[in-house]
């Protein structure tokens, strides 16, 4: 069918003259682009005037979602409409996310224009619908998430819709090996290729570094990147960061690997699992602590890092990730289900998550942890040491030439003789420099008003006291616990002490711990 | 377990003194509130400055929800973080929807922190786990979605948690139930309450006004309440503002039913179904169209209004909202299921959903629609005459004294009379006074370039051409179809006349249609 104007045509006539159709609909839309600072996590949002032409003539729905060009670049940015008089209505205002993503320059020209929904998003309702998603789905979903095609509010929808009890073991595989797939994959020439992991909840527990400087001191290959803390008050990158560079890009990291056989940098730097990032944080807004999600984002991180053969350590206790022994157990089948179908070698090892791996808690403090156990002093946590042996041990006899049951020993070797202690410095300076972590300007410590014997200790409070002191913003900041499971406290003795770098941080802190006495829990004596 | 502050306690020991554990988080997150006009839709967000001390000392985290407190009065809202200098760090900005529900005055001082998770976000974890959602938890995530305790994320999971197969017939009673049961309820002294509802996505298909107008004019109770457009040109609701004033409160709804016997007003006004609207924005974001909302959506709606007896209008085309005779029968019978369960008698009339039912689109040109067939004018449109008798009867025949397939002569001999116009009239006069729709300022008829026959019309990109023209905004605007279903087309013959309030307008609808051919297909003459 063709058109074309009618005799009787009014006004609109001559302006067919004027412009084509697709310039029409670009002039109407035609903004300056403003950075006005607002920082909406990783969704693209514009803003726009209620009165601003491109609001008026598009005639913009509820939470519509709008493209963005400039130049050869664009990106899909929801709308907020603005009536208030600090945007101009000649402005197209981004948030940090959308101003990174399109990288235009202030006051640079724009268009905008409806954004017609992304591919992907009829796979999503697809999988809503009772439909199975396979990879190649899976890798648009996660691609158009990463780019900012789809909103929180898409994302949230996938989320969901991969948290539910149907998601299948070949949707977690497809999942898995679509989330390598969308980000950088790393390859080692070595046949073995070693990791571990730990599946978190439990504060303190930093035991890569001990590990890893294991593992390189026997000669294996451990090319480690870990992450910073999203929700915890540390993670091993904030704690490495106390101490060295982390942020170094592949290059730097494939040098770095190469001269020590072991590096613990920042995984966020090197860019191997971009679609993890984009979920994580929706994930964490709903609390979905889904199976799925967490061996997609686990395994999918190992094996983009070039591993083949990794220690998943799976902590169990009433306040760790993982509650039950039943939820470990389920956990670790489908973990290792998914493992053997993308042709990695794991093994999962389940420890003690009743309380806090190590006394430190907060990235330097917990950095000053590591340091005693590799520096073999009297008073390194005992808990620390132990668990990192137990893991590098495991992690040592994925060597075919170390016996079965002979690990740990060799393991407590390397560290006993100082070898871990001057690979772990070796390390680090090839990194760029060892240094020692910082100490807080302000402490305090609480101290037991009753006498008994320490019986439940809350982790994920503890977490919380620890980053109302500041952790990991502040990295001197967080808590030390003087009282572990077990230990019989005499009224008077100290609790714990807080580390921070003001007194509002500490204040904060122990209002915090002092009005919620479940922390730590005490048989009193009687 | 008591805490006492150690002998040893640095600088933090004195701050105790001034300074109550409550107080001293109260005192840090205290702000002056400020209106920014941002329209985030109905989510509450607030805006704090990076630097303030809110943000500074809570530490919030990624997509954080806030607790903003002012008196005696809370909301609780998503946080998003500034760096731009356009919000000062003592400034608490809020949207659009939190500053309507804080109901704070510019400058008022508000106190944040954080809020702990909403209690029904765990039973909407559960359902996303494999559980059953019983009406008690479903009426608690209603009410919090509606009160701005969840947040869009959290909405978006509960609908894709909704929406998936497994929503069984017991869930999606619950729902509705719920549905019903956070809202206000209309009752009325009647045995039988009538009403009619049509699925929609056909434009036009303006036939409520003119059933009402027939039924209360039979004497029978309609109190019917209607929707403006959120996706589409125009909403019964929009239609009826171009003649009569239709945002009426309970009382004067009320007293405008027991004089006319009938009404027509918007439902926004009278908060029947206060769910509905925050979940049917999250729903077309995700394009989501599950029977389960549409069933809660609308027999919720039906029951609140305090209806006993409904006919369901279901158009059926491949660019209607249901788009198959087997999706149309699975939808009639889940819709009957769930309403036997609510105590609704319930009718589905499946009707053709091929093309627009009357030809005018948008406001009022579907409003002049409307008055042509109640004062039976000969350019009357003859389908939506004919579809307006055909439901008209089916609700007379609910009345048992009204013999089963004599309902549609009654309707006829009612309109043909005269008795429906003079009704109608009477009803607008008691809504507040009637008057003539309005016309645009702009017109421009697309003529066809070729001859053939009309064999496909896409409502839905037609409706675009309608919303382009400035329909619902501007209540003149919108198109006038001139080539339906079957019709012979000779080249030059107009296809459509688009009615816009600026050039502008004009224009975009008039690019858009010219460049989506598809809109009207013809089978040209060979």
């Not at 208030?84 to 268009?111: N, P």
């Not at 499971?485 to 500490?506: N, Q």
Request: some cysteine; overall charge negative.
């Amino acid at each position: 069918m063709e058109t074309k104007a009618a005799e009787n045509a009014t006004p609109a006539r001559h302006i067919r003259d004027e412009l084509t159709a697709e310039g029409a609909l670009a002039a109407s839309a035609r903004m300056q682009v403003t950075r006005i600072g607002v920082d909406t996590y990783q969704e693209s949002v514009v803003y726009l005037h209620r009165d601003s032409i491109a609001c008026k003539s598009i005639g913009f729905d509820a939470l519509a979602r709008v493209v963005v060009r400039h130049g050869t670049r664009s990106i899909v940015a929801t709308l907020n409409v603005i009536s208030g008089d600090w945007l101009g209505t000649g402005a197209a205002g981004l948030s940090e996310a959308a101003w990174h993503r399109l990288g235009a320059h202030q006051g640079d020209h724009v268009t905008l224009a409806h954004s017609s929904p992304a591919e992907s998003a009829s796979d999503l309702r697809g999988k809503v619908y009772g439909h199975r998603l396979v990879r190649a789905q899976c890798q648009g979903l996660l691609q158009d998430a990463i780019d900012g095609r789809l909103s929180d509010i898409e994302i949230a929808a996938f989320v969901t819709a991969c948290t539910s009890a149907e998601f299948d073991l070949a949707e977690s595989v497809a999942l898995t090996e679509a989330m390598v797939a969308v980000g950088e994959q790393l390859h080692w020439p070595s046949k073995i290729v070693l990791d571990k992991h730990s599946v978190g909840g439990l504060p303190g527990n930093r035991t890569t570094p001990i590990i890893v400087a294991i593992v390189a001191a026997a000669g294996g290959l451990i090319p480690k990147t870990s992450s910073r803390a999203i929700t915890s008050p540390a993670g091993t990158a904030d704690t490495m960061a106390t101490m060295t560079k982390v942020d170094l890009d592949l290059r730097a990291m494939r040098r770095v690997v190469e001269r020590e056989g072991g590096c613990i940098v920042w995984g966020g730097a090197v860019s191997l699992s971009p679609a993890d990032d984009v979920l994580i944080r929706v994930e964490r807004s709903l609390d979905f602590d889904s199976d799925v999600q967490l061996i997609a984002s686990v395994l999918s991180k190992k094996k983009a890092a070039g591993a083949t053969h990794v220690v998943l350590d799976v902590p169990v206790g009433p306040t760790a990730k993982v509650r039950t022994p039943e939820a470990a157990a389920a956990l670790g089948k489908r973990l290792l289900d998914v493992a053997a179908a993308i042709d990695l070698s794991v093994v999962v090892q389940i420890s003690d998550g009743r309380q806090p791996v190590g006394r430190g808690i907060g990235p330097a403090l917990e950095a000053w942890e590591v340091l005693r156990v590799l520096r073999n002093t009297e008073d390194a946590a005992v808990n620390l040491r132990n668990h990192a042996l137990d893991l590098a041990g495991r992690v040592l006899e994925f060597d075919p030439s170390v016996l079965a049951g002979t690990g740990r020993s060799k393991a407590e070797g390397l560290l006993q003789s100082g070898a871990a202690w001057r690979k772990f410095q070796s390390i680090c300076e090839a990194q760029g420099a060892f240094h020692e972590p910082p100490v807080a300007a302000q402490r305090f410590t609480i101290v037991s008003g009753t006498s008994g014997v320490v019986t439940d200790i809350d982790n994920r409070k503890l977490a919380k006291v620890a980053k109302l002191a500041g952790a990991p913003r502040d990295a001197s900041a967080g808590l030390v616990l003087h009282a572990p499971l077990e230990k019989h406290i005499v009224a008077g003795e100290p609790l714990l002490t807080l580390h921070a770098e003001s007194e509002g941080e500490l204040r904060y802190a122990r209002d915090y711990f002092e009005s919620h006495p479940q922390i730590i829990r005490m048989d009193n004596d009687s």
